[in-house]
């Protein structure tokens, strides 16, 4: 990532993350079912996220929430990738982290190890010991836009995570807030305990960034 590139886009989604995923689709859903997949604008255009395996819950949900709301899955799943946006962009810790990433980065050119340890994908753990749905032989997806995929994607690196991972963290958030039935035991236990370790794994990214970066202040 360059320095100085700014990772958030144009802000479509104000305060979103303090709606209800019911409320996100009854704002959005119109003008998702409109978006194309071929717009000229890439960034506008509908865009699969692929995966292999993605939290039991998440599928759950989904399932219910395309049932309850009366809506296709790739229309309520890029409401939802409004939804998770919106949530990501007003976690003070991300824009820490990022700026620490940066900063580590450009101190650390030449220093292998540090380079190195960048450059790896955390072993975040996103299933929570094996609760997971495996895609089969292929790959499975979910619809997004381009500019959300964008987002995640350079995400990824300064956070550690994978970016498919970040983008399935996200539509739990945004299934756990939904208020249409779903049940709450299944978001307890397997939505919220998803969101709960991603936020804090950039916890500790953050402190551990924060720690390359004082020792390579002292050389």
């Known amino acids: ?9 144009s802000s479509f ?7 209800s995923i019911e409320e996100v689709v009854a704002r959005f859903g119109d003008e998702e079912r409109k978006r194309k997949d071929n717009h ?3 960034g506008q255009r509908a865009v699969p996220i692929r995966f292999r395996t993605r939290p039991i819950g998440l599928e759950m949900s989904i399932d219910e929430l395309h049932e309850n709301l009366g809506v296709g899955e790739r229309v309520l799943t890029r409401c ?12 003070p810790q ?3 982290v990022v700026e620490l990433y940066r900063e580590v ?14 450059k790896r994908g955390s072993n975040f753990d996103l299933y929570g010991g094996g609760r997971r749905v495996t895609a089969g032989a292929g790959m499975s997806s979910y619809s997004s836009t381009g500019w959300i995929r964008d987002y995640i994607s350079e995400l990824s690196s300064p956070l550690g995570i994978d970016s498919y991972k970040l983008f399935l963290i996200g539509l739990c958030w945004s299934a756990s807030t939904n208020t249409s039935g779903c049940r709450q035991e299944s978001i307890s236990k397997y939505l919220t305990p998803e969101t709960k370790r991603f936020v ?9 960034l924060d720690c390359y970066n004082r020792i390579l202040d002292l050389g």
């Not at 804090?200 to 551990?208: T, Y």
């Open 1 to 9: 990532m360059a320095k100085g590139t700014s990772i958030a886009p």
């Open 13 to 19: 989604t104000d305060s979103l993350h303090n709606l």
């Open 40 to 42: 000229d604008d890439i």
């Open 80 to 91: 939802m990738s409004r939804h998770a946006e919106s949530w990501l962009q007003s976690l």
């Open 94 to 96: 991300i824009a820490s």
């Open 105 to 118: 980065r450009r101190k650390a050119d030449g220093q292998e190890d540090i380079e190195e340890w960048l």
């Open 200 to 208: 804090l794994h950039i916890q500790k990214r953050e402190l551990l």
